[in-house]
């Protein structure tokens, strides 16, 4: 997810470093120890970048008023079209500098450190310590985020791991299909339109809760809990309140009472209500097993295995369940209500790939993941979603040491965003960036010969920070693309551009409606 403010440690430092440090910026820079001084021409200060404004409160004042937090990555594209492929920003307690480029990208990733930093977000740290809860990875850095990391990883990362999920992330996208195939022909017709984004949400949620918990909660039965959809509800309502009070200081609002700050608090106490209940279950179906009965081959979830192995507390192991579960659904359910408008728009694009899919499957005889190695351009789809509408519109890291970028140089512990909204849509990377084209990610299209090229699709960030849950996100999408093509011709009746707005993560103005007709 998008971070947009630093913790007040950091931005002290950012700020010493920017300023203090400022007048002696050139003499390092003439110093061959500033990483990527080899740029032609001199080396420029760090206060020579362009930037859209130096007063920080005014620059504030400004987003406020003109709702720029709602379209901050049309704002990003902007400033980048106006001022070139480098700019920084203060905005309020915020400051960071902004790049576009592959080959910058690709410098600063290179200088992230062994235990790499992004932005703090403070109210969901803040609601953390109110409420007495351990945090997760999410919000941990340095030697306790890589020691949980590298356990975790181990459960959903490595491709041991994320294998013996496919049986059940693909026996979910067939209940999806299943209801949905069931819901038109209740209507006599051979198609249906409507918004599919609730029935996204309930899948999403229900595969995050099989593969965290080893069972399914029950939500495409004929009567979902009430439970569960307070939980999308709370993670709905979390999301749309983080951007305001990462520019609010939490505790100031805490001490008030605000409504924001309360409204907050609510929806994460949902989260975490729904996801210890959840928890509780498992840990008494565990502890009830006897003890010398093996369980070879059964499937007891993300949760289960933690449990088992013990390397973490149980309350490390709470705190990073809740934090997969609460980040596996709006991340997961947006993208492929993207997918699918697109596919529904392109009906081409939506022929070759379900040609493709369709002969992989048949091959596959019933085996998920031969399925979806046979049938490559289902994850060149996921790759042009994620360009052309990613989660996050931003990718974060503070460099370890001071490198140069565009020929400026960057001080060490300075932040900077990897800006993948306009990067996505920018012509000098892409070509017809516009078009709806996953041919683009093929192999015999793609230049490898360039060692940036790679940092071109980062919607999943890069090295040992990237997403916990990639391996999840990448085949629960790419899984349920799979049934819904074998399953159903898909058409919009506009091809219109849909409208975005940004609410922590990217999301559609309005749902699109979408005609699904049985095949």
Same mark, same amino acid.
């Given at each position: 997810m998008?971070?947009?403010?630093?913790?007040?440690?950091?931005?002290?430092? $950012?700020r010493t470093r920017s300023s203090g440090s400022a007048r002696a910026i050139s003499a390092t820079a003439r110093d061959k120890r500033v990483v990527?001084?080899?740029?032609?021409?001199?080396?420029?200060?760090?206060?020579?970048?362009?930037?859209?404004?130096?007063?920080?409160?005014?620059?504030?004042?400004?987003?406020?008023?003109?709702?720029?937090?709602?379209?901050?990555?049309?704002?990003?594209?902007?400033?980048?079209?106006?001022?070139?492929?480098?700019?920084?920003e203060h905005v309020g307690p915020q400051s960071s500098v902004n790049i576009i480029m592959p080959r910058d990208i690709a410098e600063l990733f290179r200088h992230e450190g062994c235990n790499p930093e992004r932005l703090a977000i403070q109210p969901w740290a803040k609601h953390r310590e109110t409420r007495g809860h351990t945090k997760g990875i999410f919000l941990k850095n340095?030697?306790?985020?890589?020691?949980?990391?590298?356990?975790?990883?181990?459960?959903?990362?490595?491709?041991?791991?994320?294998?013996?999920?496919?049986?059940?992330?693909?026996?979910?996208?067939?209940?999806?299909?299943?209801?949905?195939?069931?819901?038109i022909e209740s209507q006599g017709q051979s198609s249906?339109?409507?918004?599919?984004?609730?029935?996204?949400?309930?899948?999403?949620?229900?595969?995050?809760? !099989?593969?965290? !918990?080893?069972?399914?909660?029950?939500?495409?039965?004929?009567k979902p809990s009430a439970e569960s959809r307070r939980f999308i509800w709370g993670v709905e309502r979390m999301l749309a309140t983080t951007v305001p009070l990462l520019y609010l200081p939490s505790p100031l609002?805490?001490?008030?009472?605000?409504?924001?700050?309360?409204?907050?608090?609510?929806?994460?106490?949902?989260?975490?209500?729904?996801?210890?209940?959840?928890?509780?279950?498992?840990?008494?179906?565990?502890?009830?097993?006897?003890?010398?009965?093996?369980?070879?081959?059964?499937f007891s979830g993300v949760l289960g295995q933690l449990l088992e192995k013990g390397q973490l507390s149980?309350?490390?192991?709470?705190?990073?369940?809740?934090?997969?579960?609460?980040?596996?659904?709006?991340?997961?359910?947006?993208?492929?209500?993207?997918?699918l408008f697109e596919l529904a728009r392109n009906p081409a694009v939506q022929e070759n790939v379900r040609q493709q899919v369709t002969e992989? $499957?048949?091959?596959?005889?019933?085996?998920?993941?031969k399925a979806l190695e046979g049938a490559p351009l289902l994850k060149c789809v996921l790759k042009e979603i994620l360009r052309l509408y990613p989660v996050g519109i931003s990718v974060q890291r503070y460099p370890v040491k001071d490198i140069v970028l565009q020929n400026y140089n960057i001080p060490a512990g300075t932040l900077v965003q990897a800006c993948l909204y306009p990067m996505g849509r920018s012509d000098k990377i892409y070509d017809n960036p516009l078009n709806f084209d996953p041919g683009r990610w093929s192999r015999s299209r793609v230049d490898t010969s360039q060692t940036w090229s790679t940092f071109r699709?980062?919607?999943?960030?890069?090295?040992?920070?990237?997403?916990?849950?990639?391996?999840?996100?990448?085949?629960?999408?790419?899984?349920?693309?799979?049934?819904?093509?074998?399953?159903?011709?898909?058409?919009?009746?506009?091809?219109?551009?849909?409208?975005?707005?940004?609410?922590?993560?990217?999301?559609?103005?309005?749902?699109?409606?979408?005609?699904?007709?049985k095949l």
């Open positions: 998008p971070h947009l403010i630093m913790s007040s440690a950091v931005r002290m430092r $950012v990527g001084a080899s740029s032609s021409g001199p080396v420029r200060s760090f206060e020579e970048i362009p930037h859209t404004g130096r007063n920080r409160w005014l620059n504030l004042l400004t987003f406020w008023r003109e709702d720029r937090f709602k379209q901050l990555h049309k704002h990003m594209e902007s400033s980048f079209s106006t001022l070139g492929p480098i700019y920084r340095g030697a306790e985020w890589r020691a949980d990391r590298m356990l975790l990883n181990k459960e959903v990362m490595l491709k041991a791991a994320f294998q013996q999920f496919l049986p059940h992330l693909d026996e979910v996208a067939r209940d999806f299909c299943r209801v949905t195939q069931a819901r249906l339109t409507f918004n599919p984004g609730p029935d996204l949400f309930a899948f999403a949620l229900e595969a995050i809760c !099989y593969i965290l !918990y080893g069972e399914r909660i029950g939500l495409f039965s004929s609002m805490e001490r008030l009472g605000a409504s924001l700050w309360t409204q907050h608090v609510t929806a994460w106490d949902h989260i975490f209500t729904h996801a210890e209940s959840r928890i509780k279950t498992a840990f008494q179906r565990m502890s009830s097993r006897p003890t010398s009965c093996s369980h070879k081959g059964e149980h309350e490390a192991i709470t705190a990073n369940i809740i934090e997969l579960m609460a980040g596996g659904v709006d991340t997961t359910a947006i993208p492929l209500q993207f997918g992989s $499957v048949e091959r596959a005889n019933g085996d998920p993941q699709s980062l919607a999943f960030g890069f090295g040992p920070r990237q997403c916990i849950g990639r391996r999840i996100a990448e085949n629960e999408i790419q899984l349920l693309l799979m049934h819904i093509l074998l399953n159903f011709h898909l058409s919009v009746s506009s091809s219109r551009d849909l409208d975005t707005k940004f609410a922590l993560i990217l999301q559609p103005e309005s749902p699109p409606r979408i005609t699904f007709r």
